[in-house]
């Protein structure tokens, strides 16, 4: 099963920044934080990944709250083009399943 | 560098029928793996692999084969497809230290009639 939940869709206004939210209440000290996303029937695409610091790159920023049991994808100026399925998952080990939740459905309105 | 390689992109296929769908990837990675996503749902794993001759089951594994003899290629194998296998399949591949992001193919859109 997957260790991650999201709710199952949001919508931003374009322009404004877009906070996708992601629950991880069992999350374990080496496990890291990933998000993708897939745009229609694309293969995934990796965002950005984070252990407990915050992180950002040219794409968003990954917020982790201090006990590391959820966190929050910000797309700073969404466009239309963000409009995409987002994945939030957990892995630690190297060998370990990756496994994908339900994801969050994001619309951008214009 | 193609990244991950998957063929073909579309195929169908009548219950009953074998064939194996490739997946090449061309960065040294040594994990790999296969996602099934049905329609309006999420990507559920197959198999997956974390090197050279070792495989192991996902989340859906029931009537697939996969083998791994090559770094490079790791084919999932339909032995007798049913409908209930129509779907559109995902390989993805990362590199082998810790903590490193999937790279994902472009799908293969599997229809069994």
């Known amino acids: 099963d997957a260790k991650t939940t999201q709710p199952p869709s949001m919508d931003c206004a374009e322009g404004r920044a877009a906070n996708l939210p992601c629950n991880h209440s069992t999350i374990s000290g080496n496990e890291y934080v990933y998000w993708y996303r897939q745009i229609h029937s694309q293969g995934p695409q990796y965002i950005i990944h984070g252990l407990k610091n915050n992180e950002t790159n040219e794409m968003a920023s990954l917020i982790i709250t201090e006990d590391r049991k959820s966190s929050t994808l910000i797309l700073p100026h969404a466009t239309l083009r963000d409009t995409a399925v987002y994945y939030c998952i957990v892995r630690g080990n190297r060998d370990d399943k990756i496994i994908f939740g339900k994801g969050t459905r994001l619309h951008i309105l214009p | 560098n193609a990244g991950v390689t998957q063929t073909p992109k579309f195929q169908v296929l009548k219950t009953g029928q074998s064939m194996t769908l490739q997946c090449a990837q061309d960065m040294n990675h040594e994990y790999m793996s296969w996602y099934r996503q049905d329609p309006g749902m999420g990507l559920r794993l197959i198999h997956y692999?974390?090197?050279?001759?070792?495989?192991d089951q996902g989340e859906v594994p029931n009537g697939y084969n996969v083998s791994r003899s090559t770094t490079e290629d790791f084919p999932l194998r339909l032995l007798s497809a049913a409908p209930s296998q129509t779907s559109v399949y995902f390989c993805?591949?990362?590199?082998?230290?810790?903590?490193?992001?999937?790279?994902f193919g472009d799908g293969t859109r599997l229809s069994i009639l």
């Open positions: 993805a591949s990362t590199p082998g230290g810790q903590y490193q992001p999937q790279h």
């Open positions: 692999s974390v090197g050279a001759g070792i495989t």
